[in-house]
Each structure stands twice: as C-alpha cells, then as structure tokens.
C-alpha cells in the first residue's frame, strides 16, 4: 500500500514562521489525513537545536539566531539551500527515529549519486559528506508521533556565514556545496530530488 503525502513547493520563507506553520500542521493533523514534504529556502539564519550550546556561535553579525526544538547542534540556513521538512505519521508508516534518519540520508546519497558524486554517512554524526566535508544537514522533532523539521542540503549558497559558527558543535568540521563540484541550477537540482522522494520513498504525490 502507498503512502500518499503532499508536497509543497513555498519558495523562500522566514524560519519562525514555517517552524510555526509546521508546529501547527502536525497539531491539527487526523491519523488519515496525507503527509506533508514541504521544500523551501530560508532566509539567512543561524538555528540551534534543543542541546545546542550557544558558545558555538562565534560571530553572527547581523543574521538572526533562533533557538529551535529541533535536534542537533548549530547550523546555518540561507538563499541556495534546499531545505526539505517532512511531517510524516511515523507510526502509520511504521518508522522509528533511526530509520527515519537512514532514510532522509539515503534520499540525499541518491541524489549526489545522480550528479556522479560519491556521498557517504558518517557513523554518530547524522547527514551526508563529501571528502569529510558536510553537504547535508538532518535535524528532526517528534511530536504526537509525527515527525517535523528534515535536511538542508548546500546546493549553490554562500557559504561564508559556516565560518561564524561551529556547525554541528565542531571547530574542525568544513562544509562544502554541491555547486563545488558541478555546474547546477537550483531548480532542476530541486526536480530531480522531487522525482527521487516520489520512487525512493515509494510514495504517492498529491499536489
């Protein structure tokens, strides 16, 4: 049986406001009603998640921080970033935390993997690198058994604002982007990862 989900395309969005939108999605969802696979961009922001330390943004400037009730440490979002949030039922779907994880990894190796780049996991530390460097960030809530937040994946950004902070808690971690290593453009990159969700996912689109 397939799982039916919704996806929405909502262009370049204002984090409090989408983190509010989906806290409320999740809330007033029935057990029947489809999920939801929202794809945007932020504007510039630095996050921290529920055990994020403070100390690890070093130097903000003039970008907002938000604390967020996502898992995970520090990390920055901006314009050129594919962020994907999933507000899945996981226990319709009979996932747990783990495989949920597994899963949105596997969505972002296959995708590098269609671009001829070889992505790979990195044990204790959720996402997906390239050479050692982070590519793709995965910071989840569960709440009333649903699952909100989802990846950020560097496509063609600026990367600067990485350097004022620690990303993920650590001094030595590099980040890098997908445009490093290719000629893209933003919208057929995100296509592509639209056509992957709906057969790695083996999920059912509803628009």
Same mark, same amino acid.
């Given at each position: 049986?397939?799982?039916?989900?919704?996806?929405?395309? &909502? #262009? =370049?969005?204002?984090?409090? *406001?989408?983190?509010? !939108?989906?806290? +409320?999605?999740?809330?007033?969802? /029935?057990?029947?009603?489809?999920?939801?696979?929202?794809?945007?961009?932020?504007?510039?922001?630095?996050? &921290? #998640? =529920?055990?994020?330390?403070? *100390?690890?943004?070093? !130097?903000?400037? +003039?970008?907002?921080?938000?604390? /967020?009730?996502?898992?995970?440490?520090?990390?920055?979002?901006?314009?050129?970033?594919?962020?994907?949030?999933?507000? =899945?039922?996981?226990?319709?779907?009979?996932?747990?935390?783990?495989?949920?994880?597994?899963?949105?990894?596997?969505?972002?190796?296959?995708?590098?993997?269609?671009?001829?780049?070889?992505?790979?996991?990195?044990?204790?530390?959720?996402?997906?690198?390239?050479?050692?460097?982070?590519?793709?960030?995965?910071?989840?809530?569960?709440?009333?058994?649903?699952?909100?937040?989802?990846?950020?994946?560097?496509?063609?950004?600026?990367?600067?604002?990485?350097?004022?902070?620690?990303?993920?808690?650590?001094?030595?971690?590099?980040?890098?982007?997908?445009?490093?290593?290719?000629?893209?453009?933003?919208?057929?990159?995100?296509?592509?990862?639209?056509?992957?969700?709906?057969?790695?996912?083996?999920?059912?689109?509803?628009?």
């Amino acid at each position: 049986m397939r799982n039916n989900f919704r996806l929405k395309n &909502l #262009g =370049l969005q204002d984090y409090k *406001k989408t983190w509010a !939108s989906m806290i +409320n999605t999740i809330l007033s969802k /029935s057990e029947k009603e489809p999920d939801e696979i929202w794809i945007l961009e932020h504007h510039p922001v630095f996050t &921290l #998640g =529920l055990g994020g330390s403070e *100390k690890h943004i070093l !130097s903000p400037g +003039n970008i907002p921080v938000i604390r /967020s009730d996502r898992g995970g440490q520090a990390t920055y979002h901006g314009p050129g970033q594919l962020v994907v949030y999933f507000l =899945l039922n996981l226990r319709r779907l009979g996932w747990g935390p783990k495989r949920l994880i597994h899963q949105l990894e596997e969505l972002i190796i296959t995708l590098f993997r269609e671009y001829g780049i070889n992505s790979s996991r990195v044990d204790g530390a959720p996402g997906v690198y390239v050479g050692g460097e982070k590519i793709a960030s995965i910071g989840l809530k569960i709440k009333r058994g649903f699952s909100y937040h989802g990846i950020s994946i560097n496509l063609d950004m600026d990367l600067e604002p990485f350097l004022r902070i620690n990303p993920c808690g650590s001094d030595s971690l590099k980040v890098t982007q997908l445009s490093n290593y290719k000629d893209i453009s933003f919208y057929e990159v995100q296509k592509r990862f639209e056509s992957i969700l709906t057969t790695k996912m083996s999920f059912e689109v509803h628009k």
